[in-house]
């Protein structure tokens, strides 16, 4: 889904909801921070906010929605400090007189999920999600069930190893009144505020509940090495997108997308060396079998050899690339793009 579709579906206020969710279920303190102020600027008032962050403690833990209640308490002082006036919202009406969270909350968890649900195998956790969870937060009426769905699905997209979790909760969202169409947005929101890994966790979930087609793509952890700016300079010799990180000592971080390649090419006069350090791929020199780029894969590339690398189909993936032996006039020969058919006999391999 484009920008432009994500805008439509998704307001701004419910993009700032989701993505400081993600945020603070992802540990990330310095992303939060600008996030907050963009949600912030965007119209989320400050009790959304606070109201977002701390029902992530029944998700995230108590550890991750402190730090990120403390990460948006120091936003707001600096705010306030630069004359910024932010909207403070509306706090929630306190609860009626003789409230039964118990009930209250077993019927919101029966709306959620679509069916009664009875965790018999640990009563106390029951007695939990339905009267404190579904009862006492979900009976705040400063943010909605569906507010509070997006924020949910969203946090749990960034945790690791939750995915029958996050799968429910994307059922849910829906039967709290998320629509398909601000569900199938989230991905793209998530991939270019948080990252891949996050934004593909939920478009597995997406395609299990909703039937979209989905191919599983394995994805790199940015942190680690990073992705770098779009590589416009090189963008006409490349077959997808591609991302260029400048290293030390004139190493550069090249980071593919999956499906990505480069068109075959020549170095003159010098050696280029590629070092997988992320993902899949793969590297071909012209007549011969290609061969798989994995973390740890070293290849010295021949002088005067035509050749081509990239990412796997199903696959980001990144490598360092540096010269040596470099001879006076090396030079690089850009020639023909790997064809559909060529890429495709390696991939399927």
């Not at 039937?211 to 490349?238: E, I, L, M, R």
């Not at 001879?327 to 793009?337: H, R, V, Y």
Request: hydrophobic share 40%.
């Amino acid at each position: 889904m484009n920008a432009q579709n994500m805008e439509n579906a998704l307001t701004p206020r419910r993009q700032g909801l989701a993505v400081i969710a993600a945020l603070e279920a992802k540990g990330d303190q310095a992303g939060l921070e600008k996030a907050t102020a963009e949600a912030l600027d965007n119209g989320l008032t400050v009790s959304e906010a606070k109201e977002a962050l701390s029902q992530l403690y029944a998700y995230t833990g108590f550890p991750r929605s402190l730090n990120a209640l403390g990460t948006l308490q120091r936003v707001l002082a600096k705010r306030e400090a630069a004359g910024i006036k932010d909207n403070p919202g509306t706090e929630a009406e306190p609860l009626p007189a003789g409230y039964d969270a118990l009930k209250q909350g077993t019927a919101v968890q029966t709306k959620l999920s679509g069916k009664p649900f009875d965790y018999g195998f640990a009563p106390a956790t029951d007695y939990y999600l339905k009267a404190h969870l579904f009862g006492d937060i979900f009976a705040r009426n400063n943010l909605s069930f569906a507010d509070r769905e997006i924020v949910t699905v969203s946090a749990i997209s960034a945790m690791p190893g939750c995915e029958p979790q996050l799968t429910a909760h994307v059922s849910g969202a829906r039967n709290m009144g998320v629509t398909d169409a601000e569900l199938r947005a989230l991905p793209a929101l998530l991939e270019e505020k948080v990252g891949a890994a996050e934004a593909e966790r939920l478009r597995g979930a997406l395609g299990t509940v909703l039937g979209d087609p989905h191919t599983t793509v394995q994805t790199v952890d940015f942190s680690v090495w990073p992705k770098g700016q779009p590589n416009t300079a090189y963008a006409q010799y490349f077959t997808g997108n591609s991302y260029l990180a400048q290293m030390e000592g004139g190493v550069a971080n090249v980071t593919f997308e999956p499906g990505c390649r480069n068109n075959w090419h020549i170095h003159h006069k010098q050696v280029q060396v590629l070092i997988c350090v992320a993902g899949r791929g793969w590297y071909q020199e012209w007549g011969k079998a290609a061969v798989q780029l994995v973390p740890g894969t070293v290849i010295e590339i021949p002088e005067g050899s035509k050749h081509w690398h990239g990412a796997a189909a199903d696959s980001w993936m990144q490598h360092l690339t540096f010269h040596k032996d470099v001879q006076e006039g090396a030079s690089n020969q850009w020639l023909e793009p790997v064809s559909d058919e060529q890429y495709q006999a390696v991939a399927t391999n």
